[in-house]
């Protein structure tokens, strides 16, 4: 089946693609999501201008995305999560709770599905996120990972370095010699 994507969809395609999916996630998933609509005849005569009334639409705002873009520039949110003695935080840190920071502590509002991780975000530490707002406007942020009760990736790491057994100095030069044994059924 031939569809005509009206948003970006990962592992399908970008938004006006023209692709071919397996009919019963076209039809009972894309179209009645509004994530698609058929690629029959008629919509592909419209698809020019469904992009002409599209990059309209983002030309008048491009200043906002532009003044967004600005505002989170040098700025660095943080994160509370729950985490583990070594780092590991318990679930992963999802443009949900991104989205929920950037309102919050920078009084920024977008929509949740136009941040993009890098990366699954499972550790304490420091990442960078982008915001996909306009093809023109280039909105990368930085994020920092922190435990609940204050943990830092750099704390972690330096207790794991602090309670590390001392590394021998010298390793024995000799292996231990094997003794030889018969096995059963060799002769």
């Known amino acids: 089946m031939e569809i005509i994507l009206l948003k970006n969809i990962e592992k399908v395609g970008t938004k006006f693609d023209i692709v071919k999916v397996k009919a019963g996630y076209g039809r009972n998933y894309l179209i009645p999501q509004k994530l698609a609509i058929v690629a029959n005849e008629r919509n592909r005569n419209n698809l020019?201008?469904?992009?002409?009334?599209?990059?309209?639409?983002?030309?008048?705002?491009?200043?906002e995305f532009q003044a967004i873009a600005d505002l989170l520039k040098g700025q660095v949110l943080k994160m509370e999560v729950?985490?583990?003695?070594?780092?590991?935080?318990f679930g992963s840190v999802t443009n949900i709770q991104i989205a929920r920071a950037l309102?919050?502590?920078?009084?920024?509002?977008?929509?949740?599905?136009?941040?993009?991780?890098?990366?699954?975000?499972k550790m304490l530490g420091t990442y960078?996120?982008?915001?996909?707002?306009?093809?023109?406007?280039?909105?990368?942020f930085d994020f920092?990972?922190?435990?609940?009760?204050?943990?830092?990736?750099?704390s972690v790491a330096a207790?794991?370095?602090?309670?590390?057994?001392?590394?021998?100095?010298?390793?024995a030069?000799?292996?231990?010699?094997?003794?030889e044994t018969e096995t059963p059924g060799e002769e």
Do not use: C, M, W, Y
């Not at 309102?103 to 929509?111: G, N, P, R, S, Y």
């Not at 030069?173 to 003794?179: D, M, Q």
């Open 128 to 140: 960078t996120a982008s915001l996909d707002l306009h093809p023109e406007v280039d909105a990368k």
């Open 82 to 89: 729950k985490a583990g003695t070594s780092g590991k935080i």
């Open 48 to 63: 020019e201008s469904f992009k002409r009334q599209e990059s309209a639409k983002l030309g008048k705002r491009l200043d």
């Open 144 to 154: 920092v990972v922190v435990g609940e009760d204050g943990q830092t990736a750099e």
């Open 103 to 121: 309102k919050e502590q920078l009084e920024i509002e977008v929509d949740r599905h136009s941040i993009l991780l890098p990366e699954n975000v």
């Open 173 to 179: 030069t000799e292996a231990p010699a094997e003794e």
């Open 159 to 171: 207790e794991a370095q602090a309670n590390a057994p001392a590394a021998p100095a010298e390793k």
